[in-house]
């Protein structure tokens, strides 16, 4: 199997963590553990199995002393202010505005890496972010109302795209670290730096869980969230921005929404409509064109 298409199916790997996440990990934090708490147990966790996994995976090459501070704003854009940002935004917001403004993030990409890799401004790349972001929103509207300038949303909106840019900046950040170093290496300690700034404000609510009161359904959903949405979600994406633009791996993004009604309608808890056909063919036909189209 050719790289890039491993890399590919890698991105789509975690289009699906994340499409499963929105059904199975909503109850963690309904009383159980605060988001800045569950912040705290997702980059400790992942981070432990980053470490471990790297100690089996090869021998590390010797990371130059310049490349560290690249390192640690990744761990400050990519894990600390991307979720701290996105758990805010969304308890002061809701899931509909929080989904639009979250189609924002491959368009910022594409703007950033112009700007700071140099990576050309092809127009099937910028036909398709726009393409995928259409669909994205035509099928996230259709859910409920849209009210990105109210008062009592504004504040929440704001942080979520403030999140959305943080990766979008992450992404960029990492891309140089590929060339020289394993994936493996480099996410292991941008966890690390990550986990120092999520300490401050997520500890207390660690600390203060009742872990007597979960149920193992409970557990059982917390445990797929460090594992499969944080550790290999993470994992998976830092090894394909080792072979593809960092546009190309923020464009997956777009099909989160889509494996998120496929789950619903496989639960009976949807029904299929135009809406999510038209929506879908856009969304796909975005991400060929970012991935494989040429000029």
Not at 1 to 12: I, N, P, S
Not at 106 to 113: D, E, K, Q
């Given at each position: 199997?050719?790289?890039?298409?491993?890399?590919?199916?890698?991105?789509?790997?975690?289009?699906?963590?994340?499409?499963?996440?929105?059904?199975?990990?909503?109850?963690?934090?309904?009383?159980?553990?605060?988001?800045r708490?569950?912040?705290?147990?997702?980059?400790?966790?992942?981070?432990?199995?980053?470490?471990?996994?790297?100690?089996?995976?090869?021998?590390?090459?010797?990371?130059?002393?310049?490349?560290?501070?690249?390192i640690a704003?990744?761990?400050?854009?990519?894990?600390?202010?991307?979720?701290?940002?996105?758990?805010?935004?969304?308890h002061?917001s809701?899931?509909?505005?929080?989904?639009?403004?979250?189609?924002?993030n491959?368009?910022?990409?594409?703007?950033?890496?112009?700007?700071?890799?140099?990576?050309?401004?092809?127009k099937?790349?910028?036909?398709?972010?726009?393409?995928?972001?259409?669909?994205?929103?035509?099928?996230?509207?259709?859910?409920?109302?849209i009210?990105?300038?109210?008062?009592?949303?504004?504040?929440?909106?704001?942080?979520?795209?403030?999140?959305?840019?943080?990766?979008?900046?992450?992404?960029?950040?990492?891309?140089?670290?590929m060339?020289?170093?394993p994936?493996?290496?480099?996410?292991?300690?941008?966890?690390?730096?990550?986990?120092?700034?999520?300490?401050?404000?997520?500890?207390?609510?660690?600390?203060?869980?009742?872990?007597?009161?979960?149920?193992?359904?409970?557990?059982?959903?917390?445990a797929?969230?460090?594992?499969?949405?944080?550790f290999?979600?993470?994992?998976?994406?830092?090894?394909?921005?080792?072979?593809?633009?960092?546009?190309?791996?923020?464009?997956?993004?777009?099909?989160?929404?889509?494996?998120?009604?496929l789950?619903?309608?496989?639960?009976?808890?949807?029904?299929?409509?135009?809406?999510?056909?038209?929506?879908?063919?856009?969304?796909?036909?975005?991400?060929?064109?970012?991935?494989?189209?040429?000029?």
């Amino acid at each position: 199997m050719k790289a890039t298409t491993k890399a590919h199916l890698a991105l789509f790997i975690v289009a699906v963590i994340y499409g499963l996440n929105y059904t199975l990990a909503k109850e963690v934090m309904n009383g159980y553990i605060g988001p800045r708490g569950f912040i705290f147990l997702r980059v400790v966790g992942a981070g432990f199995l980053f470490w471990v996994f790297h100690i089996f995976s090869g021998t590390p090459v010797k990371i130059h002393r310049n490349d560290w501070p690249r390192i640690a704003l990744g761990g400050f854009f990519g894990i600390a202010a991307n979720q701290l940002l996105f758990f805010e935004g969304l308890h002061l917001s809701t899931p509909i505005n929080a989904s639009v403004i979250m189609t924002a993030n491959p368009i910022l990409v594409l703007i950033i890496s112009a700007i700071s890799l140099k990576e050309p401004l092809r127009k099937t790349r910028l036909i398709g972010v726009f393409l995928g972001a259409a669909g994205a929103i035509y099928l996230i509207i259709g859910r409920g109302e849209i009210a990105l300038l109210k008062s009592d949303t504004a504040l929440g909106n704001l942080l979520v795209l403030g999140n959305a840019t943080c990766y979008a900046v992450y992404l960029v950040i990492i891309k140089p670290l590929m060339v020289k170093y394993p994936p493996v290496q480099v996410i292991k300690w941008v966890f690390t730096f990550g986990l120092l700034f999520v300490i401050p404000a997520g500890v207390g609510q660690f600390a203060a869980v009742q872990w007597e009161d979960w149920t193992f359904s409970i557990y059982a959903q917390a445990a797929f969230v460090v594992v499969c949405t944080t550790f290999i979600a993470y994992l998976f994406n830092i090894y394909a921005l080792k072979i593809v633009s960092s546009t190309t791996v923020s464009i997956y993004i777009y099909l989160q929404p889509v494996i998120a009604t496929l789950v619903a309608l496989a639960l009976g808890k949807d029904a299929l409509s135009l809406r999510e056909v038209l929506s879908a063919a856009l969304i796909f036909a975005g991400v060929y064109l970012v991935s494989f189209g040429k000029n």
